[in-house]
């Protein structure tokens, strides 16, 4: 406190007495005259956290009148002590609090009229994490630059200051957090001696990670119930039924599907999974333990089961000859985040191996293809434009989680949180160290998914109103209200704070002549570059493609050959 | 959007000093919690968060206030600051040893022999917000009483959305004429009430209307003082787009106090909102009062505040009009800039020389 010994300035206004306050030299008068007791070296501060207490505030619509009032069942301390009310405010408004990033820096104007005092306590230490974090971000973009440019020697001493800048910031949460991974990722590619760095770990372990992913967000959820609730529609009508999952994990997608097979009105269909997943190493195969757990549950819901495990660490490595399709049988393939390891670099010649898998699909004539991807560009060829992509997608990402964590009380889902954050490390890690074949993480938009999937003569589906209601509703039960989903040409994304991370769409390619050719490259360009006439020629081509097969011809025959086990249920 | 508040911060922190900004931007945070998007007002909040003062009969600055209740009806209460009573030293039987002095009988003295204001002052809030014992109003007043020799008359209207159209109008009409019934509140050699109308916001907007009904009773009115006084309209102006939102005030705000204020299924061009629009009266001819009316440059409504002055104009009556073209709302709450000693020296001469 100040040289003045004088109280009315601490108690003056809670009395009532209309003197003039006899204020200790930090009290902003003016204001006190007001009812407020401000410390003039607060005002900054205060003015700061005001914006951000506005932010808070605001909601997605923009719309102050929209403003959920939870302040009604807030507890109000004093307001005279106006710093104190603003925080107490923005901690029942934004218990996580938003990366600096999202905020603009103090304003030159007010430079002036911040009074130096010794202790600038709270006020300096705000405005100091404030810039930590926008330095950080910047000193991270010119790492980036100089490694693209190969300036490995400046690289390293800018890694050097952001170490040092990460020991003063807050790495709990925000910008320093997500920095702290990216820090990590850019030492590693310089310092490492071979760039698979990132493919560290044990398929088992990396099971675990996607495991606790599963449970700290609702990505995964998403992606799971979306491809469901599509798979669940293809297959009406249908008694046998055949799902593709290429790519089993502990088989988290599977038991909502039996169990609304099994409620399906007329019965449940006879059910076929054929899982894809990495061989074991240590001898066990943990394919068909999953299949085991499946089948009881399929059994104890009275649906007919089977289970083939295919081991393979790559899904080019796979042969259609491998899933065994029957004839008569209505197929589903179901992709959750695998397709994109099958692209290469966009500016390398030649096929990727996703051509030849896209076709191989194709040929098995599914009802149904599921696809959800990550929505992001981590495929572009310039290390800089990827690494900020990056930067930007993986941010989103742990604000979101951290908003997660903030609103959820159980230990158990603290934990899925912290480990979530190591599943998403290995993923920043591929995209920031690894180059060519090594890298594996490369993610791409939906529209180029979208334009792929044409070019290889699949047909989109529509994912449907009801996918969309549903998948909303799926998200109320999760707090930290950021999260949103949105429909695009009849796919489904969902993001945080109208930022998408992840995209679902569905095709099918059981429909057309087999000696059909695929559609063409202009047609490709009519849907993707003219939107307002993508809806007539796609209309062109489609009923192009239903005058030239009129029989839907769907015998096959398949090779008998099997390398694996099936497991029955039932 | 979170990009446009900042764009909008910065404005706004340019245009004012900083305490004055975090006082404004307080306001609007508090207040947007307060009005419900169904129309009701969280008023417990609201009265909670309020900073209110006493009433103080011990002179501060040569001031002093009391409260008296005037209509028990409506419970309505008005705050009277004047100056800190002389005592006749000459006359023994008012000295301040004698055991029958009466306080109140001081408090109600005029306050010289010569002509003195009284200032009726309807305070500001949007006719929601605020009270006659806000802290920024008795400050306010207290500087008019000190600016003017006046005595001023704050009243404590009854506010929406609880209380609409008319009720804060009867409450300002009903405090003049409580006013004109006060022997002490007469001055000069005709003994007269040399009252003025005056009020910030809603409290501008009062002030007019009941102006008007002064006129259809009879009672003159020595001036009003409007500043940055609350009107609107059905149609949007230019001012309302460019500024929605940049200074501390935002269209949607101004809508929903209008809505909460006007009877249910008006719109903004009922005569309160737009007294010179399609439902307004006629002044030509009346005995309207002389006008001071004081318009901010940077407050979104300024193109009904100067629709105003022009409706005035039009109808031939005396109106000046003071534009401050780098102000905001609330200039006149804290005395830290040009435009509020500027302002209050031109309220100064305009109540001295109608008096």
Same mark, same amino acid.
């Given at each position: ?103 603009? /820096? ?127 529609? =293809? ?19 599977? /038991? ?124 572009? /060829? ?38 979530? &954050? ?10 920031? *160290? ?49 999260? *949103? ?5 009849? *796919? ?23 000696? =059909?050719? /695929? ?45 694996? &086990? ?5 | ?6 764009? @909008? ?25 307060? $009005?419900?998007?169904?129309?009701? !007002? ?32 409506? @419970?309505?209460?008005?705050?009277? %600051? ?76 009854? $506010?929406?959305? +609880? ?41 501008? @907007? ?17 001036? @009003? ?14 001012? +309302? ?15 929903? %106090? ?62 000046? !009009? ?9 200039? %006149? ?8 000693? +500027?302002?209050? +020296? ?10």
């Amino acid at each position: 406190m100040g040289p003045y010994p004088c109280g009315s300035a601490a108690t003056g206004w809670e009395g009532g007495r209309s003197e003039a306050p006899c204020a200790a030299p930090e009290i902003d008068g003016l204001l006190a005259g007001a009812g407020y007791r401000v410390r003039s070296s607060d005002l900054c501060h205060v003015a700061q956290r005001l914006e951000r207490l506005e932010s808070a505030m605001v909601g997605s619509s923009g719309n102050h009148v929209d403003f959920a009032h939870p302040a009604s069942d807030a507890v109000h301390y004093n307001p005279s002590d106006l710093a104190a009310w603003v925080d107490s405010m923005l901690s029942e408004l934004a218990p996580a609090d938003p990366g600096p990033a999202r905020h603009a /820096p103090a304003p030159d104007a007010w430079e002036d009229q911040i009074y130096s005092q010794p202790q600038r306590a709270v006020a300096a230490r705000m405005e100091e994490e404030e810039d930590s974090g926008i330095r950080l971000v910047h000193l991270l973009m010119s790492s980036a630059d100089a490694i693209q440019r190969g300036d490995v020697a400046l690289a390293g001493s800018l890694i050097d200051e952001m170490r040092l800048l990460l020991t003063r910031v807050n790495t709990g949460f925000g910008i320093g957090k997500v920095a702290g991974y990216f820090v990590d990722a850019l030492t590693r590619r310089l310092f490492s001696a071979s760039s698979a760095a990132a493919a560290s770990g044990s398929p088992a372990e990396y099971e675990i990670l996607y495991h606790h992913f599963y449970e700290a967000s609702p990505y995964l959820k998403f992606a799971h119930f979306t491809a469901n609730q599509a798979i669940l529609e =293809a297959f009406e009508g249908h008694d046998r039924v055949h799902v593709i999952d290429f790519s089993l994990m502990h088989g988290l997608q599977w /038991p909502a599907l039996i169990q609304a097979l099994a409620l399906r009105p007329g019965g449940p269909p006879a059910l076929r999974l054929t899982g894809i997943g990495p061989p074991s190493p240590d001898g066990r195969d943990s394919l068909r333990e999953i299949g085991l757990r499946l089948a009881e549950l399929a059994r104890s819901v009275r649906v007919r089961f089977a289970f083939r495990g295919v081991a393979a660490n790559r899904l080019d490595d796979v042969r259609p000859w491998m899933l065994q399709v029957a004839p008569g049988e209505a197929v589903a393939v179901n992709s959750v985040m695998q397709l994109h390891r099958l692209l290469s670099d966009p500016d390398s010649p030649g096929p990727a191996p996703i051509d030849s898998v896209l076709a191989w699909i194709r040929g098995l004539r599914p009802k149904i293809i599921t696809v959800v991807e990550q929505e992001a560009d981590h495929n572009k /060829p310039g290390f800089l434009d990827r690494f900020t992509e990056a930067l930007f997608y993986y941010s989103t990402v742990f604000d979101s989680l951290e908003a997660g964590r903030a609103s959820c009380s159980g230990a158990q889902q603290q934990q899925s949180t912290a480990v979530a &954050e190591v599943y998403l490390q290995r993923e920043i890690r591929d995209i920031v *160290c690894c180059e060519g074949p090594d890298r594996a993480e490369r993610h791409e938009p939906l529209m180029r998914w979208r334009a792929r999937m044409i070019r290889a003569g699949l047909r989109p589906v529509h994912l449907g109103s009801n996918a969309f209601k549903q998948a909303r509703m799926l998200l109320t039960l999760f707090s930290g209200e950021g999260y *949103c989903v949105e429909e695009v040409d009849g *796919c489904l994304t969902l993001g945080w704070h109208s930022r998408p991370l992840i995209a679902a769409s569905a095709w099918r390619a059981d429909d057309f002549d087999e000696d =059909a050719r /695929p559609i063409p490259d202009n047609f490709i360009f009519n849907s993707i570059s003219n939107t307002n006439e993508s809806n007539s020629s796609i209309n062109n081509n489609a009923a192009m493609l239903r005058r030239r097969n009129s029989n839907n011809n769907n015998s096959r025959s398949s090779d008998s050959s099997s390398q694996q &086990e099936s497991i029955h249920g039932m | 959007m979170a990009g446009s508040n900042e764009v @909008n911060a910065n404005e706004s922190k340019m245009a004012v000093p900083l305490n004055t900004w975090v006082l404004i931007s307080n306001f609007k945070l508090a207040y947007n919690m307060l $009005r419900r998007p169904d129309g009701t !007002f969280n008023r417990h909040l609201a009265e909670f968060l309020d900073r209110k003062v006493q009433a103080n009969a011990t002179p501060v600055n040569g001031v002093l206030s009391f409260d008296q209740l005037i209509d028990r009806s409506t @419970n309505l209460l008005v705050r009277i %600051y004047r100056p800190a009573p002389v005592p006749d030293s000459e006359d023994p039987q008012t000295s301040p040893s004698s055991a029958t002095s009466s306080i109140f009988s001081s408090l109600i003295s005029p306050p010289s022999p010569d002509p003195f204001p009284v200032i009726i002052f309807f305070h500001g809030g949007s006719f929601a917000h605020s009270s006659a014992n806000t802290a920024i109003y008795d400050s306010l007043c207290r500087r008019f009483v000190s600016l003017c020799n006046a005595v001023v008359v704050s009243v404590n209207y009854r $506010r929406s959305p +609880e209380y609409r159209y008319p009720c804060a109008y009867d409450d300002g009409y009903a405090a003049l004429k409580w006013a004109s019934a006060q022997p002490w509140l007469h001055s000069g050699k005709d003994s007269k009430l040399r009252v003025f109308l005056s009020g910030d916001s809603s409290g501008g @907007n009062i002030a007019h209307h009941v102006a008007i009904r002064a006129i259809e009773s009879g009672l003159t009115i020595s001036g @009003n003082i409007l500043l940055n006084p609350m009107f609107g309209g059905q149609t949007r102006t230019e001012s +309302e787009e460019r500024l929605d939102g940049k200074y501390f005030v935002t269209l949607q705000d101004r809508d929903w %106090y209008w809505k909460a204020f006007l009877p249910e299924g008006a719109d903004r061009d009922h005569p309160a909102c737009n007294p010179f629009g399609p439902n307004g009266i006629d002044l030509k001819g009346l005995p309207y009062p002389k006008s001071l009316v004081v318009i901010a440059g940077l407050d979104l409504i300024q193109d009904w505040q100067l629709a105003f002055v022009e409706g005035l104009k039009k109808a031939d009556q005396d109106v000046k !009009f003071v534009y401050r073209e780098q102000a905001t709302i609330g200039f %006149y709450l804290l005395p830290n800039t040009d435009h509020f000693h +500027e302002v209050m +020296e031109e309220i100064k001469c305009f109540v001295s020389s109608n008096c």
